[in-house]
């Protein structure tokens, strides 16, 4: 199957239209035309090879929403015309303990990302979704309710279900306290969910500018945490804190928010490793914790909860020629709150 699509041809090469085949369509695989594919900085970092060797041409992308277009001779759970997501992986073992468990991100064999890889036969490169169209096991992709906005639940596909998977792992529930450290694209989702779970939500974030947007999202709170200072008064208040911030910091005043025997999950991904003092942790018998993703099943029950709540991401819908200053725009951090290509102009 020809598609259309943007690519990186080389490493730190801009990105560009570029013509690849997909592979056939198999009997338990569907096709898609995308309609929508966010911008993540994942792709930044593999397009420009800071996360290793990587696989060139490379057609990024692991946001995709569109609708199915053709289907499988074995397949049931599609059909054509149903609004159908794809994720960050688009395979797995299927036999490990954390995929017979719908835990498909922590398979033991590795999870097959949806693109800078190779395929189960390992032969096919994986392309994502920066493109027109797409081919994808059934097992893999989810169904999007009716009622939501397309090019806001694409990002809903690797930013929401970061957030959605966490929060549901630590129970969060109405009364409970959760802090979100960071207002970004990872960020937003976190206040939107735990709101909406009924928790009362702070958010600590060094752009004193984005207090509005943190209270109209839910936050009951805002902290800015431009002097750590800040931090003090807030001390042993949060049952959850949800680590969202990618960049270095002093991450002992953040766990000294936690309550007792209450976590902080780590879902940034720093470039150094933290600096913990283990006394902060025994003070209180406080944790540290990480999370990545979320399983298929847990997937496609966020997108149903989305639905119900109608929740998307806050997105700036953007033309293919302007994905590359939108990937200079996400590095500096200057996007409300995730970019989101529309498939239609590729």
């Known amino acids: 199957m020809k598609s259309r699509t943007l690519a990186a041809l080389s490493a730190n090469s801009p990105i560009v239209q570029h013509e690849i085949n997909r592979r056939d369509i198999g009997d338990a695989d569907v096709a898609l035309d995308i309609a929508f594919a966010g911008i993540c900085h994942s792709d930044i970092h593999q397009v420009r090879e800071e996360w290793g060797p990587a696989i060139f041409p490379m057609v990024p992308g692991h946001e995709i929403v569109g609708t199915v277009t053709a289907i499988g001779a074995s397949v049931t759970k599609f059909k054509v015309g149903d609004r159908i997501g794809v994720g960050v992986f688009i395979d797995s073992c299927r036999a490990c303990t954390s995929c017979l468990a719908g835990l498909q991100q922590y398979c033991e064999g590795g999870m097959t990302g949806t693109y800078n890889t190779l395929e189960r036969d390992g032969k096919t490169v994986a392309y994502g979704g920066?493109?027109?169209?797409?081919?994808?096991?059934?097992?893999?992709?989810?169904?999007?309710p009716g009622n939501l906005d397309l090019a806001g639940v694409a990002p809903l596909l690797c930013a929401g279900i970061t957030l959605y998977s966490p929060l549901k792992k630590w129970g969060t529930k109405p009364g409970m306290t959760v802090g979100v450290m960071g207002l970004g694209g990872l960020g937003h989702m976190g206040v939107k969910f735990a709101h909406a779970l009924g928790a009362e939500v702070t958010v600590f974030s060094h752009s004193a500018s984005k207090k509005d947007d943190a209270i109209?999202?839910?936050?009951?709170?805002?902290?800015c945490t431009s002097e750590i200072e800040s931090l003090k008064p807030w001390h042993k208040k949060f049952d959850l804190v949800l680590n969202t911030v990618s960049a270095d910091l002093e991450i002992n005043?953040?766990?000294?928010l936690l309550k007792l025997d209450a976590t902080m999950v780590v879902i940034g991904?720093?470039?150094?490793?933290?600096?913990?003092?283990v006394g902060?942790?025994?003070n209180g018998r406080r944790r540290i914790?990480?999370?990545?993703?979320?399983g298929i099943d847990e997937m496609q029950e966020m997108l149903d909860f989305c639905g119900v709540h109608n929740i998307v991401s806050d997105v700036e819908v953007i033309k293919s020629d302007y994905v590359?200053?939108?990937?200079?725009?996400?590095?500096?951090?200057?996007?409300k709150y995730r970019f989101v290509i529309d498939a239609s102009t590729i």
């Open 289 to 294: 914790a990480g999370s990545m993703i979320g």
């Open 216 to 223: 109209a999202m839910g936050a009951t709170n805002f902290v």
């Open 269 to 277: 991904l720093p470039g150094k490793p933290y600096k913990v003092n």
């Open 324 to 335: 590359n200053i939108a990937y200079e725009r996400t590095v500096a951090s200057d996007v």
């Open 130 to 144: 920066y493109s027109n169209n797409f081919v994808i096991n059934q097992d893999y992709a989810v169904h999007i």
């Open 280 to 282: 902060t942790l025994l």
């Open 253 to 256: 005043s953040y766990l000294e």
